[in-house]
Structures are given as structure tokens and as C-alpha cells.
């Protein structure tokens, strides 16, 4: 059973940085890509960033171009994601999700196990 387990939300102000982490169970961790999705009250969820199973590659969103950054410890068993130049409207829940294949992609359809998600407030 694969569980995914986020951490490093929190309350922050604008312009402020945050760093998300997924921690996996499995020992065949390295081989799967990871995203990261969110969904902001009265949203659809939607497609944050996402890393490929070396982490030679990576996919963003638009909207975080230039200010989040994706990476992976895969001794750790781990994936971050670094929050910098917050704004408002990236206020949401951010779930991390694991697909069963090493490629990223960003549709959510296309990965298999999902955490419970880190709450990210950004104030004024």
C-alpha cells in the first residue's frame, strides 16, 4: 500500500516563501513521477507541478512559472515543492499525487495515489 504524506503548510504572508514536502512509503519510490495539484474553496482542482521519476524533468503551471520550484530526494523517499513569492491566489490545499509510471504529466487522471494535503493560506 503506497501513502502519501504532505507536510510544510502553513500560514504565510505575501511575498513570503513556504517549502511543501511528500513523503512516500514503497520501496520503488524512484521510479514513478510526482505532482502536485491544489484546490483553492469554491475551485476545481488544479495542476501545480509535477517531476519526472529522475528528476530530469520537470512540468509548472503558468501561474507558478518562475516562482515554485519542483524537486526530488529520492534516497528520501521524498518530493518538494518550493513556494517562493507567494500570492494570494495561491491560497489552497496542495495535494501531492504519485502516478505508476516514471513519465510527468500534469492531468490528475493519470495518477494513481493521492495524499490528504497541507493547507496553504497567503495573507495580505
Known amino acids: 500500500q503506497v501513502q502519501l504524506v504532505e507536510s510544510g503548510g502553513g500560514l504565510v504572508q505575501a511575498g513570503g516563501s513556504l517549502r511543501l514536502s511528500c513523503a512516500a512509503s514503497?520501496?520503488?519510490?524512484?521510479?514513478?513521477?510526482v505532482a502536485w495539484f491544489r484546490q483553492a474553496p469554491g475551485k476545481e482542482r488544479e495542476f501545480v507541478a509535477a517531476?519526472?521519476?529522475?528528476?530530469?524533468?520537470?512540468l509548472y503551471a503558468d501561474s507558478v512559472k518562475g516562482r515554485f520550484s519542483i524537486s526530488r530526494d529520492n534516497a528520501k523517499n521524498t518530493v518538494y515543492l518550493q513556494m517562493n513569492s507567494l500570492k494570494l491566489e495561491d491560497t489552497a490545499v496542495y495535494t501531492c499525487?504519485?502516478?505508476?509510471?516514471?513519465?510527468?504529466?500534469?492531468?490528475?487522471?493519470?495518477?494513481?495515489?493521492w495524499g490528504q494535503g497541507t493547507q496553504v493560506t497567503v495573507s495580505s
Open positions: 514503497g520501496r520503488t519510490f524512484s521510479s514513478y513521477a
Open positions: 499525487a504519485r502516478r505508476p509510471m516514471g513519465a510527468a504529466t500534469t492531468a490528475p487522471g493519470w495518477y494513481e495515489y
Open positions: 517531476i519526472n521519476w529522475s528528476g530530469s524533468s520537470t
